[in-house]
């Protein structure tokens, strides 16, 4: 799991402008699982979604002078994450409808794990924002004051945004329980 | 739901219940511990986190993940790598096409001008896990006429290129050789690749004969590839399918491919990827019975403890019978005790039957869990693996761009 840095990321992006590729590694240490996990909800494979989340981080580091608001790099990331991923998924179906025979007998590529698909799913429903702070707090295990602080938001308002989430999550906690 | 029900649902929506410093946590505990309802929406929530928490973990790539988009970033760039060929073969191509419309339309009168082929354009190859991949390109869906008429000469049908010369689309893409019926004038459709082209049949086989660069591809019943070398350049090729014998002219190598082997690279990386996915999800179901054993093994040891103390209270039982047997005032009294030591065994021994019993079902259990337990490392090996030979694969096909 990566280490929460304390380098925000409008810092972090404004040092990668200045030639310092390091702090873009801190950028994709803090955003590689749900980077992964927006992908796999759409690409539903999980190695598939590790090379999206890759392909999505080198082109955003490729794209960074284009980034208006640095503290929405992470909102700007799952855009580019999520269009990889659909670019990916709309591929690999004409692959195999192309090339049938090749893949015949191999099966479609989804992978089991039900509870993190149906986790990834919702993060997919989510705002980028809410996805954010999910990572702080559930990843690198911040607490609503260290998160208000890095986003410049108050406590107030990561709360509510976590619990609004979470709400929503209760759905898929209930069957989870009822298993 | 009481008004204190309301005060508590509002700080639980607020988040009050997420942070143990935050204000109205302690209310919230408080009043879970004595209403029910709410204790069980905060289980609820509670749970809702610990999916994100497990959610997040899963899909965290680990520590390699961002080793290996440093290394990616210092890759040379696809994109000022193509678009200067792309829009070069592009103009070529054009230029070509309308060349052959306008040579097609004048064959009718003239014999057409011999046109040198064009400058040979390399399409890289990796080999990865003994099969060629190559770039994904843009497939040319329309179909072109070689630039040249097949000419058959001689009983056997052989045919060669009148011309001889090369046909060249865009560098990097599908190629199609499609044979026609072998008569007089052949009409090949390439979908794109760059190649010299000469048809010959043997028996009722037709064969053929690709070369490039002084590189020959040979293939039956031509479905399609290409292969093309410069003399410097490292070999490359483009195969689809078919069953090919590709032979190096330096005698290098050869190589020998069955049917339906060749793969973009886009392809080939998702065959690997298929792979891995097959084996993560055999151990994903090899984890969760190795869980389920477990449990029951669990279960089974709690039972196997109620046994024993059952045991250990009859026996205590028949002790203190028997001394009471001993220390019986009168016959009635010991006949009656008899009769209740005879019970007392009677359940032991029922006991003894159903633990030797459940003895054996654990003994199979832990046996079956021990086998599930070496299959589960065996297949962590393969599934790391296969997880190290994705990244060998995007790492070459990195080179490819």
Redesign the interface.
């Known amino acids: 799991m990566a280490a929460k840095s304390s380098v925000d990321d409008a810092t972090a992006v404004a040092r990668c402008l200045q030639g310092d590729r390091n702090a873009f590694g801190v950028l994709v240490e803090r955003y590689q699982a749900l980077a992964v996990s927006v992908a796999f909800s759409i690409c539903r494979e999980r190695a598939l979604a590790e090379d999206v989340a890759q392909d999505a981080f080198v082109r955003a580091f490729r794209k960074l002078t284009q980034l208006t608001r640095p503290e929405s790099f992470c909102a700007w990331l799952m855009n580019i994450v999520k269009n990889g991923a659909l670019r990916t998924a709309h591929n690999v179906s004409r692959r195999d409808e192309v090339h049938k025979e090749a893949s015949a007998g191999r099966g479609p590529h989804v992978e089991n794990p039900t509870a993190a698909m149906e986790f990834a799913e919702l993060l997919a429903r989510v705002d980028e924002e809410a996805q954010q702070v999910l990572t702080f707090k559930y990843l690198h295990g911040m607490t609503c004051a260290e998160i208000g602080s890095e986003l410049g938001v108050p406590v107030g308002t990561v709360t509510s945004k976590i619990s609004r989430t979470l709400a929503t999550l209760r759905g898929i906690a209930r069957r989870e329980t009822q298993r | 739901m009481s008004g204190d029900c309301n005060r508590i649902r509002d700080l639980?929506?607020?988040?009050?219940y997420?942070?143990p410093?935050?204000e109205g946590f302690r209310d919230v505990a408080r009043h879970a511990a004595g209403c029910a309802e709410c204790a069980q929406l905060v289980k609820?929530?509670r749970?809702?986190?610990?999916?994100?928490?497990?959610?997040?973990?899963?899909?965290?790539?680990g520590?390699g993940?961002?080793a290996?988009?440093?290394r990616?970033?210092s890759a040379p760039?696809r994109a000022v790598r193509w678009r200067a060929p792309l829009a070069a073969a592009a103009a070529i191509a054009l230029t070509t096409f309308i060349a052959i419309l306008v040579a097609t339309q004048s064959r009718r009168t003239a014999e057409p001008p011999y046109a040198p082929p064009p400058a040979p354009q390399v399409v890289r190859a990796v080999r990865i896990s003994g099969e060629f991949a190559v770039p994904?390109g843009p497939k040319v869906e329309r179909a072109f006429p070689v630039n040249a008429d097949i000419l058959a000469t001689g009983p056997n049908a052989s045919f060669e290129t009148v011309h001889g010369v090369g046909f060249a689309l865009q560098p990097n893409t599908l190629f199609r050789v499609a044979p026609g019926p072998l008569a007089g004038h052949t009409r090949f459709e390439l979908k794109r690749g760059s190649a010299a082209v000469s048809v010959k049949t043997e028996g009722r086989d037709q064969q053929v004969h690709l070369v490039v660069d002084g590189f020959s591809v040979l293939t039956r019943n031509a479905d399609f590839l290409i292969e093309r070398r410069n003399a410097d350049a490292p070999p490359a090729l483009y195969v689809d399918?078919g069953t090919v014998v590709i032979s190096f002219d330096d005698g290098v190598s050869e190589v020998r491919m069955g049917e339906?082997v060749a793969?973009?690279s886009?392809?080939l990386?998702?065959?690997?990827?298929?792979d891995?996915?097959r084996v993560?999800?055999e151990l994903?179901?090899l984890e969760r019975h190795c869980v389920e054993l477990k449990s029951e093994i669990f279960r089974g040891e709690e039972l196997e403890r109620t046994y024993w103390s059952r045991h250990r209270q009859r026996d205590s039982e028949l002790e203190m019978n028997q001394e009471a047997i001993a220390l019986a005032p009168d016959e009635a009294t010991a006949e009656a005790l008899e009769k209740s030591i005879q019970k007392v065994v009677s359940t032991v021994q029922t006991l003894e039957f159903l633990m030797d019993e459940h003895m054996a079902k654990m003994g199979a259990l832990r046996k079956a869990l021990r086998e599930r337990r070496a299959e589960l490392k065996q297949k962590q090996v393969l599934a790391r693996s296969y997880?190290s030979q994705?990244e060998r694969s995007?790492a070459l096909l990195a080179g490819l761009r």
């Open positions: 639980i929506e607020r988040g009050a997420l942070d410093t935050a609820e929530l749970r809702a986190e610990e999916i994100v928490r497990t959610g997040l973990r899963w899909a965290d790539p520590d993940f961002s290996r988009v440093m990616d970033l760039r994904d399918r339906h793969l973009t886009g392809q990386l998702d065959r690997v990827r298929a891995e996915a993560r999800t994903a179901s997880r994705r995007r």
